[in-house]
């Protein structure tokens, strides 16, 4: 048996960025980074309509790409958003932190009555300013992250927000919109996941396609 498929990982990848950009409307997003920013989220779910839920503060996805190339850390809230990091388009071999998995974090959640989720990004706080954050599953470590801002924790260079699901995704997705001077890129609504959040990281941090 024989199928007529395309074979070549860069010929797949360039097919569907031109189909994205034929299909989407991306007209209000500035060229370069913000442009590439949002084919890159709707190639990681396959929904062309998404664009129209893109809210992405002004300046944010240039300040994320300038924190990335001058070596910020990057915070994630789940593995799965570490993991599809694609380590070689980083330009300063920035590290991918993921504190979920921190032995201090179970005892933790379990005495403040938190999730594991909420608890793993108190321990960002010391590396937060300037940092790239990246938030693709619980609702709860992006609110969290505001909690910490408003007790004066630092602003991250650029916070991308793209929690998934039917409790508090949407909810704490308009708070971070709402909150003061937030460099946000959101995926508004119940829509979002770790593999939007990878790819957000992976789009800013390199020009190459
Ligand atoms: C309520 C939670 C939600 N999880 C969702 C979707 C997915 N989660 C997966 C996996 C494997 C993990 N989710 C945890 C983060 C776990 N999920 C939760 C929590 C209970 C609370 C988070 C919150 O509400 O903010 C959370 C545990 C916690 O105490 O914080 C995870 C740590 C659970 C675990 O396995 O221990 C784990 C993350 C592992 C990692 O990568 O580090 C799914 C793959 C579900 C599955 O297994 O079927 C899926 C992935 C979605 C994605 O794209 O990331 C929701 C839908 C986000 C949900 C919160 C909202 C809701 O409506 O319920």
Redesign the pocket.
């Given at each position: 048996m024989s199928y007529d498929y395309i074979r070549e990982g860069d010929a797949i990848y360039n097919r569907s960025f031109a189909i994205i950009r034929s299909e989407a409307d991306l007209k209000r997003f500035a060229p370069s980074v913000e442009e590439r920013l949002a084919v890159r989220i709707i190639h990681a779910c396959g929904m062309t309509d998404v664009a129209a839920d893109l809210a992405f503060a002004p300046g944010a996805a240039e300040a994320g790409a300038a924190a990335l190339a001058a070596g910020a850390p990057i915070f994630c809230?789940?593995?799965?958003?570490a993991?599809g990091v694609t380590r070689a388009r980083l330009p300063a071999n920035n590290e991918v932190i993921?504190t979920?998995?921190d032995p201090s974090v179970p005892a933790q959640?379990k005495a403040r009555g938190l999730?594991?989720?909420?608890v793993?990004a108190d321990l960002w706080r010391a590396k937060l300013g300037g940092s790239v954050v990246a938030i693709?599953?619980?609702?709860?470590?992006l609110f969290r992250l505001l909690e910490m801002l408003d007790e004066g924790a630092p602003m991250p260079a650029c916070i991308i927000g793209m929690?998934?699901?039917?409790?508090?995704?949407a909810e704490s997705k308009d708070a971070l919109i709402q909150y003061p001077n937030t460099p946000h890129l959101v995926v508004r609504g119940r829509r979002?996941?770790?593999?939007m959040a990878a790819a957000a990281i992976n789009a800013l941090a390199s020009a190459k396609e």
């Open positions: 809230d789940a593995q799965m958003v993991h993921c979920l998995s959640a999730t594991r989720s909420a793993a693709g599953n619980a609702p709860t470590t929690p998934v699901g039917f409790v508090g995704a979002g996941g770790s593999a």
